[in-house]
């Protein structure tokens, strides 16, 4: 069966990695055997959450965690912890957050579309700092009677270009700066799950929640899980959708409901990541990218680097002379048949992450390409 020739939705060639916009992961065989096996029979979702989140705990060395619809419904629910506590009365309160402390700091170099989970559970970010630089003055006086956490997004540079990390005050200076204040920190950690020891490394630092989404070790595309300490996590459960229905409370989480089959996914996906040979994993996307870089060497007007690693998978840059424009060849890729998607960056190069590219692919990428700059001249 090929559901996709079906129903008439052209497939695509996926040079972006862990991408959502393209399903984000395909499932290992043991992620696919257990989905299968959880369907075949019911269970308790409070049970099965209880025992998975536990297991999670137990596999992280963090004192709690919970299975969450992405790592943007774990931001949100840990917000939304953080300013209620266990309080049933503020819980069905919220979004109307009014008499509670409700405000989060985040460094203008940090801003990022994401962001906006912490605001759907009612929460106002406060940005701070300049464009050149943030100093621990901008975010001290920036703490008042309302604030209730930093947040901090660990990585590279920012998505919206205004600005970098290396302009924003590091993770262990805004740890010790929240404790000094006693408010919170809520890391956004969604694709830091590469090298393994980052999937512990921000609570072992200080923070006190942090997200990460599981398509990243190989679960689901919506899936994720918030992680971190007791008094939060805990908090976040009871306005899970979990809260909702065994809680018997009127919480923002019955909107981020899971199947018991994205619950197993998870914690199956998480205990293989944590075990698996990723030199050979590596070994295997780096194998697909110098086949690539072999075949469109040859290629005038383009240089090509040597793969790189870039999160959890590999991939090579591909920089082109001044009269090719990077985006347009994106876009043509991107509106053949079948369809390529290669990440442009800007208009000089384009990335094309091998992780999740299919060998049988690669000859077709490299033709594409090289049909494409020939008719670009």
């Not at 957050?97 to 989970?117: C, F, H, W």
């Not at 943030?134 to 209730?148: D, K, R, S, V, Y």
């Not at 998870?266 to 040979?277: I, P």
């Not at 208009?347 to 700059?373: P, Q």
Request: proline residues 3%; negative net charge.
């Amino acid at each position: 069966m090929d559901i996709y020739n079906e129903i008439g939705v052209k497939k695509i060639i996926n040079c972006l990695g862990n991408s959502t916009v393209l399903g984000g992961n395909t499932p290992s065989g043991e992620v696919k055997e257990a989905i299968e096996s959880a369907s075949n029979n019911y269970v308790s979702m409070e049970d099965l959450t209880i025992t998975c989140n536990s297991l999670i705990a137990d596999l992280i060395g963090c004192e709690s965690a919970l299975i969450t619809p992405g790592a943007a419904s774990g931001l949100t629910l840990a917000t939304a912890g953080a300013m209620t506590g266990k309080n049933k009365n503020l819980i069905e309160q919220i979004p109307d957050t009014s008499g509670m402390k409700n405000e989060v700091i985040i460094q203008t170099q940090l801003r990022v579309p994401y962001d906006k989970a912490i605001e759907v559970a009612g929460a106002k970010l406060i940005e701070v700092g300049l464009k050149e630089k943030t100093t621990i003055e901008h975010i001290t006086n920036a703490i008042n009677q309302n604030t209730l956490a930093i947040h901090y997004l660990p990585g590279g540079k920012s998505v919206n270009s205004s600005g970098d990390h290396t302009k924003a005050l590091d993770l262990e200076t805004i740890i010790k700066i929240a404790k000094d204040h006693n408010i919170y920190v809520i890391v956004d950690a969604a694709g830091q799950v590469y090298p393994t020891d980052r999937l512990s490394k921000f609570t072992k630092m200080g923070a006190d929640a942090v997200a990460y989404g599981a398509k990243y070790f190989g679960a689901l595309n919506g899936t994720g899980m918030v992680v971190g300490k007791a008094e939060i996590i805990d908090a976040a459960k009871m306005h899970s959708f979990i809260g909702f229905e065994f809680g018997k409370l009127r919480t923002i989480g019955r909107s981020m409901k899971m199947d018991k089959e994205d619950v197993v996914a998870v914690y199956v996906a998480l205990k293989t990541w944590l075990t698996m040979n990723h030199e050979e994993r590596m070994e295997k996307a780096e194998k697909k990218a110098l086949m690539l870089t072999k075949l469109i060497r040859p290629i005038p007007n383009i240089i090509v680097s040597e793969p790189e690693i870039s999160g959890t998978t590999v991939g090579i840059n591909i920089t082109f002379n001044n009269h090719i424009n990077a985006l347009d060849i994106a876009k043509e890729l991107e509106s053949g048949n079948p369809s390529i998607w290669a990440r442009a960056n800007d208009s000089k190069s384009l990335i094309f992450r091998m992780g999740e590219v299919n060998e049988n692919d690669i000859n077709t990428i490299a033709e594409r390409l090289s049909n494409i700059i020939e008719l670009s001249k």
